[in-house]
Nanobody
């Protein structure tokens, strides 16, 4: 099992910034990937940004150039720096841990991000 603890959500005005953190603990073995997804009210959960097992990054078109995903391998922690936030970025942001050996995905509890106009 893998446990994920997220932090950093909140309320911010449009144009502002937030930084999300997600720390993984438990049965962690390489290769694995970590990333961020979000779910807006009435919409399906969507990918925001992710690391793959090879270390490359992928971003949703809607956030590319504004959001940056980074990680601290020694701490099994992934971050999401969100700049130039827009009201449409509002939603619950979920951290995801992908165990590529066991082919399991684990999810954090979610952290609310609200961007006011």
């Amino acid at each position: 099992q893998v446990q994920l603890v997220e932090s950093g959500g909140g309320l911010v005005q449009a144009g502002g910034s937030l930084r999300l953190s997600c720390a993984a603990s438990g049965s962690i073995f390489s290769p694995f990937g970590m990333g961020w997804h979000r779910q807006a009210p009435g919409k399906q959960r969507e990918l925001v940004a992710t690391f793959t097992s090879g270390g490359s990054t992928t971003y949703a078109d809607s956030v590319r150039g504004r959001f940056t995903i980074s990680r601290e391998n020694a701490k099994n922690t992934v971050y999401l720096q969100m700049n130039s936030l827009k009201p449409e970025d509002t939603g619950v942001y979920y951290c995801r841990f992908s165990d590529y050996v066991k082919r399991n995905n684990y999810w954090g509890q979610g952290t609310q991000v609200t961007v006011s106009s």
